[in-house]
Nanobody, 124 residues
Framework: QVQLVESGGGLVQAGDSLRLSCAAS????????MGWFRQAPGKEREFVAA????????IYSDSVKGRFTILRDNAKSTVYLQMNSLKPEDTANYYC?????????????????WGQGTQVTVSS
């Protein structure tokens, strides 16, 4: 079993930056990829970014490409989401997810474990 704990959310103004962290614990040796998803009230869960743990290759949604960066720290079993130039439409609960052995994917159903989420609110 792998446990994920997110942190770093908060209330910021449009144009500000924020960095989310997701620390993994437990049987992390099987982790293939980790990703970030978000869900705003009344909307479906949306893919944000993902990283393949071995190579560090990344994928992003079009809505965040160029503004957000996903990073990993192998030694700490932690993945980060650096969010710059935040917009009000980025407001959502952000979830970290992990996938055993598989490549980074935009499909949330392919991920095996999830964190509890951290709220990000961007005011205009």
């Amino acid at each position: 079993q792998v446990q994920l704990v997110e942190s770093g959310g908060g209330l910021v103004q449009a144009g500000d930056s924020l960095r989310l962290s997701c620390a993994a614990s437990g049987r992390t040796s099987s982790t293939g990829s980790m990703g970030w998803f978000r869900q705003a009230p009344g909307k479906e869960r949306e893919f944000v970014a993902a990283i393949y743990w071995v190579s560090g290759s990344t994928i992003y949604s079009d809505s965040v490409k160029g503004r957000f960066t996903i990073l990993r720290d192998n030694a700490k079993s932690t993945v980060y989401l650096q969010m710059n130039s935040l917009k009000p439409e980025d407001t959502a609960n952000y979830y970290c997810a992990g996938r055993n052995y598989g490549l980074a994917s935009r499909q949330g159903t392919l991920y095996d474990y999830w964190g509890q989420g951290t709220q990000v609110t961007v005011s205009s």
